[in-house]
């Protein structure tokens, strides 16, 4: 199975929500990322877990909160979001470990935030 | 920090022709990857370049890559029209101790027209 998964495909919340994002592998891989981009720009990372060890793009706000409960497993909790936080959202994870392996995407999930 | 630079940015092309899409980068780094972005949707991996001198090929496109230069370049045979897309180059960089995460150029926005 080379495939990520993500959940849900569209997300439509209110400033006040609370909502998640879900994200899922069954490659083995121990890195885990999640990715923003925004429309008409690249990707930018906001976190990595890596063997379920979090690094964080300090840019990143404290109402995006990453969640790993396992290897497999890689959550985005959601949490009094801005309309500027509309946008894609992709999960990735790659092999891990010492040295840089390919990252493999995941579908993503739309967010528009009203 | 890396910067990752492809030009052009916007590309209007006409079917049956061929063109290159360049991709610079700032630092050393052995592995650069191309992606493909359909609107709406999620990284479609096209390219993966391992080392100095590569070269891939996948139908009416091929990558490349020369390390020593730090350039990579994505050449489109004959247009058809179904190659319309954004496509993004991205590099390896290291972040926070021993992850990697990738930077992408700004992506290029082709239009094949009949």
């Known amino acids: 199975d080379t495939e990520v998964t993500q959940t849900p495909k569209h997300l439509v919340m209110g400033m006040t929500n609370k909502k998640s994002l879900k994200c899922e592998q069954h490659?083995?891989?121990?890195?885990m990322y999640w990715y923003k981009q925004k429309a008409k720009k690249p990707p930018e990372l906001m976190f990595v877990?890596?063997?379920?060890?979090?690094?964080i793009n300090e840019s990143v706000p404290s109402r995006f909160s990453p969640e790993c409960p396992n290897s497999s497993l890689l959550n985005l909790h959601l949490h009094a979001l801005q309309p500027e936080d509309s946008a894609l959202y992709l999960c990735?994870?790659?092999?891990?470990?010492?040295?840089?392996?390919?990252?493999?995407f995941g579908p993503g999930t739309r967010l528009t935030v009203t | 920090e890396l910067k990752v630079e492809q030009n052009p940015l916007f590309l209007s092309m006409q079917e049956g022709k061929n063109y290159t899409i360049y991709c610079n980068y700032s630092?050393?780094?052995?592995?650069l990857y191309w992606y493909r972005q359909d609107p709406g949707k999620s990284l479609e991996s096209l390219f993966v370049?391992?080392?100095?001198?590569a070269v891939k090929q996948e139908g009416r496109l091929m990558a490349s890559l020369d390390t020593k230069a730090r350039l990579s370049t994505l050449h489109i045979t004959a247009a058809v029209h179904d190659l319309s897309a954004t496509y993004f180059c991205a590099v390896d960089t290291r972040f926070r101790g021993s992850n990697y995460k990738l930077t992408f150029g700004k992506g290029t926005l082709l239009t094949v027209n009949p």
């Open positions: 370049l391992l080392s100095n001198g």
């Open positions: 490659m083995g891989h121990r890195a």
């Open positions: 630092t050393t780094s052995d592995r």
């Open positions: 877990y890596s063997y379920e060890k979090l690094s």
């Open positions: 990735a994870s790659s092999q891990g470990g010492t040295g840089a392996y390919e990252q493999y």
